[in-house]
């Protein structure tokens, strides 16, 4: 908007029309009536945030041949086998045989016509591709079993929200020594380590913030606390500053958001060592990637020295590297 880009947002979940902090919002029966009525144009650029077949593809096949250019970003799970990247659920959510079987033959359906849908748009010169991380290109690439070499594409990670970049970590009263923020029942943010950990560690607290069904099927360790709350992204910092540590263990991110605001913000955070969170956090002085074994096992008090008073880089996700690019794409498309 400060950049004078007219725009709308098009919910598909949204039941009716609305304005939210000045941006309009409106319904997918809504879109479909301005393409109905022609009022989509040549200058028009439409942008589909993790498009899948049910809705973006079906709408975006009625209009791409009209605009000017469609922009797809990325995210994760549109564009991988579920089956082969997604980690196998907790015992109490596990997924049946026909199940499984029932998301193989999605993911067959919806990788085909993805990737012939990819190849249309580019012979048109409609397309470009925006992934949140290289390592979410390269994993594309392996599940849609194509080359994006021809296409025009940008590698632009999320960015970290401005509370957390305006500001920097600085420890107040500890309500804990570890904070976790994370779904509880969602195996890939892996909880179960965080409780393992918290077993290993009875002398250290961990207060893990979040909502599910874990813990009425699994024993939680005495000097753990679940509080089951909203945090507004305001008041993320100052919730920050009254914990010593973040303990963000991962089994899969295409980026991993929160795990990079909070090392942004400059809390001494503990991630898993994998591809992405090295290409995220890598050059992080305060962060630490552990391996599996690290959370099965005493904590180390040399790492925990290590990354403590430690500067963090609040460039990497900032708005100039992040928002600026994406705005930098539209306004080339623009004046192409």
């Excluded at 564009?79 to 980690?87: G, H, K």
């Amino acid at each position: 908007m400060k950049h004078k880009l007219k725009f709308k947002v098009v919910s598909m979940e949204a039941k009716s029309n609305y304005t939210f902090e000045e941006v309009d919002v409106i319904t997918k029966r809504s879109f479909e009536s301005l393409i109905d009525m022609k009022k989509i144009s040549s200058d028009d650029v439409i942008i589909c945030h993790a498009p899948n077949l049910r809705n973006h593809l079906k709408l975006v096949n009625l209009i791409y041949k009209s605009v000017k250019k469609i922009i797809f970003i990325f995210h994760g799970h549109e564009v991988l086998r579920i089956n082969e990247y997604y980690p196998p659920n907790y015992k109490f959510k596990r997924t049946n045989i026909f199940k499984k079987l029932l998301i193989e033959t999605y993911d067959f359906l919806k990788l085909k016509v993805m990737r012939n849908f990819l190849h249309k748009l580019n012979k048109f010169n409609k397309i470009e591709v925006v992934f949140v991380s290289k390592w979410m290109l390269e994993n594309a690439e392996k599940s849609l079993k194509m080359n994006f070499k021809n296409f025009k594409t940008h590698i632009i990670n999320n960015n970290a929200n401005f509370h957390v970049i305006s500001k920097n970590y600085s420890k107040e009263k500890s309500l804990a020594d570890f904070i976790t923020v994370r779904p509880l029942d969602d195996s890939k943010y892996a909880i179960d380590q965080v409780v393992s950990f918290a077993y290993k560690n009875p002398n250290y607290t961990f207060h893990i913030y979040g909502k599910g069904d874990y813990f009425i099927h699994n024993s939680k360790p005495s000097n753990m606390n679940i509080i089951n709350e909203f945090i507004h992204p305001k008041d993320f910092p100052n919730l920050l500053n009254q914990y010593k540590y973040a303990l963000m263990p991962t089994r899969l991110d295409a980026q991993g958001v929160m795990m990079c605001e909070m090392a942004v913000y400059g809390i001494p955070t503990i991630t898993s060592d994998l591809e992405v969170c090295k290409e995220m956090l890598g050059n992080f002085k305060n962060v630490y990637l552990a391996s599996q074994s690290f959370f099965e096992n005493k904590v180390n008090e040399e790492i925990l020295q290590e990354i403590s008073n430690q500067k963090s880089d609040k460039r990497k996700f900032d708005i100039d590297n992040t928002v600026q690019r994406e705005i930098k794409i539209l306004l080339e498309i623009k004046e192409a």
